[in-house]
């Protein structure tokens, strides 16, 4: 998957990627739709930062679900 094009299909996989790497249980409240082409960059940096690691505290988790939800439409 080219993650360099802006699409909501790409969107969709990000977030899918980023819910299943942090295990969040109410990940049906983060949906594709929610979020705008405008923001795909910061999304993507999200996305990347999330993929890297491989352990996360809860205060790291808590952050990175505050700036998605703030990154909605």
């Not at 899918?16 to 405008?38: G, H, T």
């Not at 205060?59 to 990154?71: H, P, T």
């Amino acid at each position: 998957m080219n993650l360099d094009q802006k699409t909501e299909e790409n969107i969709n996989f990000m977030l899918d990627e980023i819910k299943d790497k942090l295990q969040i249980v109410n990940a049906s409240a983060i949906k594709a739709k929610d979020f705008d082409l405008n923001k795909y960059d910061d999304l993507q940096d999200i996305h990347a930062h999330v993929m890297k690691k491989d352990n996360f505290s809860v205060n790291e988790m808590d952050a990175i679900v505050s700036e998605l939800g703030q990154m909605r439409k």
